[in-house]
C-alpha cells in the first residue's frame, strides 16, 4: 500500500494499482509497473537478451558497482545500478542474438577521473590470486596513497569476491584470498583505484584472466611402466619374505666343536676296562 506524503497532490511512497512512487537522490519518482501482453518485437527481443546478459554479470556484484558508479550519479536522477547496466549493455555485449554474450575485457565497473592502473595482471600464488600493476617513477605524490578496489569473477559458477579498499598504489600488487573449491576455474579480474577521502575515483581496467586449469592426466605409457615397476617390487618382496633360511658357515663349526668336547670328556672318563694294580705288599 502506498502513502502520500505533504497532500494529495504530493508525493507518495510505495505500489497504487499499477503505479509505484519511491524518493531517488532526494526527488519523488513515479513509474508504471506490470506486464506487457503484446508480442515482442525482434528489437525488444535483442533488447531484453542483451539485458539479460548484462544483470547476470552486474547484479552478483552490485556491491562493488554502487561504489564504482556512485560519483557518476551524483546530482542526476540516474540510479548507479541503471547507469552500470546502461553503459555495458551497449558497449560490453557482443554477438547477434541469440548467441549474444559478454566481452569481459570490455565491461566498465566503476567511472571517474582518477588515473587509471596502469598494466595490471593477474596470477596464482597458492591459495590466493595476485593483482599487480605498474607504479610510474614519475607517480605524483596525491596518487601514491590511492587505495586498490579489485573483484575476481568466475563466469561458469556465477560467483565473486572483492576489495573496495585495498592496497596504495604505490604497493604494486594486492592479493586476494580465494575458496578452495574454485582454484581451477576460469575467473576474470578487474581492478580500479579510489582516493582516500572517496571522492575521486578512476575507470576500471581488465586486469586479465586465468583459464580453467584442467587436471593432469598421466600418460597410459607411464601408468604401464609404474605398474610394472609396482610388480617387480611386490614380487621382490613376496619372495625376500619366503626364502628359507640359510645356516650360515659357523654352524658346522659349532656341531664339530660340540663332538670334540664330547670326544675329550669320554677320555677323561676312567676306562672301564682300565684295572689298576693294587699296591705291593
Request: with cysteine.
Given at each position: 500500500m502506498g502513502s502520500l506524503q505533504n497532500g494529495l497532490f504530493g508525493g507518495f511512497n510505495g505500489r497504487v494499482g499499477?503505479?509505484?512512487?519511491?524518493?531517488?537522490?532526494?526527488?519523488?519518482?513515479?513509474?508504471?509497473?506490470?506486464?506487457?501482453?503484446?508480442?515482442?518485437?525482434?528489437?525488444?527481443?535483442?533488447?531484453?537478451?542483451?539485458?539479460?546478459?548484462?544483470?547476470k554479470f552486474l547484479s552478483p556484484i552490485s556491491a562493488f558497482i554502487k561504489v564504482g558508479f556512485r560519483l557518476k550519479v551524483v546530482d542526476t536522477d540516474r540510479n548507479f545500478y541503471n547507469e552500470a547496466v546502461s553503459y555495458n549493455k551497449k558497449y560490453a555485449v557482443t554477438g547477434v542474438y541469440p548467441d549474444a554474450e559478454l566481452d569481459y575485457p570490455k565491461a566498465m565497473l566503476s567511472m571517474g577521473i582518477l588515473l587509471k592502473a596502469e598494466k595490471p595482471s593477474i596470477q596464482h600464488v597458492?591459495?590466493?590470486?595476485?593483482?599487480?600493476?605498474?607504479?610510474?617513477?614519475d607517480l605524483p605524490w596525491k596518487n601514491q596513497k590511492d587505495r586498490a578496489m579489485v573483484l575476481l569473477y568466475w563466469p561458469d559458477q556465477n560467483q565473486h569476491t572483492h576489495i573496495l579498499s585495498g592496497s596504495h598504489r604505490k604497493d604494486g600488487k594486492q592479493r586476494v584470498q580465494i575458496d578452495a573449491n574454485l582454484t581451477n576455474e576460469r575467473v576474470v579480474a578487474y581492478?580500479?583505484?579510489?582516493?582516500?577521502?572517496?571522492t575521486e575515483i578512476s575507470d576500471s581496467v581488465y586486469a586479465g584472466s586465468i583459464a580453467r586449469q584442467e587436471p593432469k592426466s598421466i600418460p597410459e605409457t607411464?601408468?604401464?611402466?609404474f605398474n610394472a615397476k609396482d610388480d617387480a617390487t611386490i614380487k621382490k618382496q613376496l619372495v625376500t619374505k619366503h626364502i628359507p633360511v640359510v645356516k650360515s658357515k659357523a654352524m658346522?663349526?659349532?656341531?664339530?666343536?660340540?663332538r670334540l668336547n664330547a670326544k675329550l670328556k669320554s677320555l677323561l672318563q676312567p676306562h672301564p676296562k682300565l684295572q689298576i694294580p693294587d699296591k705291593p705288599n
Open positions: 499499477n503505479l509505484v512512487g519511491y524518493m531517488l537522490n532526494g526527488k519523488n519518482v513515479v513509474r508504471t509497473i506490470g506486464h506487457s501482453t503484446k508480442r515482442l518485437s525482434p528489437a525488444r527481443k535483442i533488447n531484453c537478451d542483451r539485458m539479460t546478459i548484462v544483470n597458492g591459495a590466493e590470486i595476485e593483482f599487480s600493476w605498474e607504479v610510474p617513477t581492478i580500479s583505484f579510489v582516493n582516500d577521502d572517496a607411464e601408468i604401464a611402466d658346522p663349526k659349532k656341531i664339530a666343536n660340540n
